[in-house]
């Protein structure tokens, strides 16, 4: 297995157009993106919850490890509408409970 780096920065407007594609392997890079280098964080956040209630789990995780960048990288987050869209996200797909738990860590400890 071969392994390829690719640069994860994107602009806003670059995510945007990824988000539209459709493609999963567009979004999750757009989710990615966005947690790693937006400086917009409440659009940054909100795009990030938005992808939770995705019905694909690459997806999913890659927005709710783009939130624990985000709680990283600003020191807040709006814990009001993230803690409990997690817990939602716990519920519908049980097996990633170490994904959110690593992010819970990150906003515990960030924000």
């Known amino acids: 297995m071969s392994l390829t780096f690719q640069d994860p920065s ?3 407007d670059e995510a945007i ?3 539209a594609s459709d493609l ?3 979004v ?3 989710l ?3 947690g790693l280098n937006e400086i917009d964080r409440i659009w940054a956040q909100d795009t990030c919850l938005k992808y939770l ?4 789990e690459s997806i999913v995780v890659s927005a709710i490890t783009a939130i624990g960048h985000i709680a990283r990288r600003h020191g807040e987050l709006d814990c009001e ?3 409990p869209a997690l817990e ?3 519920r519908k797909f049980p097996a990633l409970e170490g994904v959110i738990e690593d992010t819970l860590d990150d906003i515990e400890i960030f924000t």
């Open 28 to 30: 999750v890079s757009a």
């Open 81 to 83: 509408t993230v803690l």
């Open 53 to 56: 209630t995705s019905e694909t």
């Open 10 to 12: 994107v602009s806003q």
């Open 88 to 90: 939602s996200v716990k």
């Open 17 to 19: 157009k990824l988000f």
């Open 32 to 34: 990615i993106s966005i």
């Open 24 to 26: 999963d392997k567009n």
